[in-house]
């Protein structure tokens, strides 16, 4: 079993920063790609960004160049830098991990990001 652990969500105010943290625990074999995924309420479930075995990332084009993803290898953490933050940035933010040669996928329980106009 995989767990993963989210911190560092909050209340801000629009132009602010957060920088989440996911610490990934447990049967990890071979970590294909970790990243970030936002829901906001009436919305559907959306990629933030991702990073793959190798460091190469993704973002979704609202993010780009506010947000950056990094992660810490050994220490099997992944991490969101927020920048410039708006209000439309607001939603539950659910960090995920993916062993796609073992076809699985996790989920941590999400940390709620709100920023204020």
């Known amino acids: 079993q995989v767990q993963l652990v989210e911190s560092g969500g909050g209340l801000v105010q629009g132009g602010g920063s957060l920088r989440l943290s996911c610490a990934a625990s447990g049967r990890i074999f071979s970590i294909t790609a970790m990243g970030w995924y936002r829901q906001a309420p009436g919305k559907q479930r959306e990629l933030v960004a991702q990073i793959i075995n190798g460091g190469s990332a993704n973002y979704v084009d609202s993010v780009k160049g506010r947000f950056t993803i990094s992660r810490d290898n050994a220490k099997n953490t992944v991490y969101l830098q927020m920048n410039s933050l708006k209000p439309e940035d607001t939603a539950v933010y659910y960090c995920?991990?993916?062993?796609?040669?073992?076809?699985?996928?996790?989920w941590g329980k999400g940390t709620l990001v709100t920023v204020s106009s």
């Open positions: 995920n991990l993916k062993l796609i040669d073992y076809g699985l996928e996790y």
